[in-house]
């Protein structure tokens, strides 16, 4: 009997009761290349082999479950040869229909990733994949996991893409202040100031009227005192009459001339409007003066 297949008896008969023929899967340890430690193969060979458990669904024997039972050179001085065919000659021999195996190297800032899945009564490779992976060692991790997916023909899960940010309410407008009125005009205030106190004239005069008539009648009645107050109420009633009217013609006037200005600044760029109020020469008329 030679030597592999003395090879395949021993690791048969050592570590069958361990595995269950038609749901194991053996992974061999990765394979150091330039740039990587054994320290740092031995635990990417650990990661592997839960992944490969967990996409292949079967039980994973790893090259460090073998190796409690071989040690490496034994195992290769008895299997006679390196490669495919030692792989596939052990997995036989443990009773397994596939084995992984793989390498790992480091070339600048790239990790090179390279995973095969060896059928192992054909000892042919029947998937291959291959990684180049830009980063630190958080970067293989992360890369490891869809890599393993594609060997076995799945698709690793995506992580979902974060949620859209919530829209923001819009801020209600501020409220629109109050329009504040306009200040009264000069112009305004002086219509103001004169148009009613003429009303109050005209008023005045009015009574004044009304005394004058009750003189006359009490005259005609044979009051002859009555002649002097119905002179004196005469005169007050022509001038209440006269000066009232001038002073609420001023006003009329002087509002006219306000409405002609838009604002204030207009009114700065236009001549200022005045009106006033005299009596005429001799005291028998008043005077109405509006410039502007």
């Known amino acids: 009997m030679g030597k592999r297949t003395i090879c395949a008896v021993v690791l048969a008969l050592l570590l069958a009761p361990s595995v269950q023929a038609a749901e194991g899967i053996v992974v061999w340890r990765m394979e150091a ?36 039972i071989l040690a490496g050179e034994e195992k290769k001085q ?17 009773g397994v229909p596939e084995v992984v195996s793989g390498d790992l190297g480091r070339l600048g800032d790239y990790w090179i990733l390279n ?15 291959s990684r180049q992976i830009r980063g630190d060692m958080n970067a293989l991790i992360e890369a490891i996991p869809s890599a393993v997916a594609e ?18 309410p819009m801020p209600e407008p501020a409220p629109e202040p109050p329009e504040a009125k306009p200040a009264m005009s000069t112009l305004g205030k002086a219509a103001f100031g004169t148009f009613f106190p003429g009303l109050a004239l005209v008023a005045f005069g009015g009574i004044a ?10 005259y005609e009645g044979g009051d002859k005192d009555a002649k002097d107050r119905h002179a004196a109420w005469k005169g ?23 409405a002609m200005h838009d604002n204030d600044d207009a009114q700065a760029d236009t001549p200022k409007a005045a009106g006033g109020l005299s009596p005429a020469p001799g005291g028998a008329a008043v005077q109405i003066m509006v410039t502007w």
């Open 33 to 68: 290349k330039t740039g990587v430690s054994d320290k740092d193969i031995d635990s990417i060979s650990g990661f592997v082999t839960a992944e490969v458990e967990k996409n292949s669904g079967r039980s994973a024997v790893s090259d460090a479950d073998i190796n409690t």
């Open 78 to 94: 008895r299997c006679g040869v390196d490669g495919a065919s030692c792989i596939a000659e052990i997995g036989s021999a443990l």
């Open 115 to 129: 995973l095969r899945r060896i059928n192992v009564r054909t000892a042919q490779a029947e998937a291959r994949v």
């Open 151 to 168: 060997l076995f023909g799945k698709i690793a899960a995506e992580p979902p893409p974060p949620a859209p940010p919530a829209p923001q």
């Open 209 to 218: 009227q009304w005394q004058m008539n009750e003189a006359l009648s009490d």
């Open 236 to 258: 007050v009633s022509a001038a209440s009459y006269a000066i009232g009217g001038a002073a609420m013609a001023t006003g009329i006037v002087l509002w006219i001339v306000d």
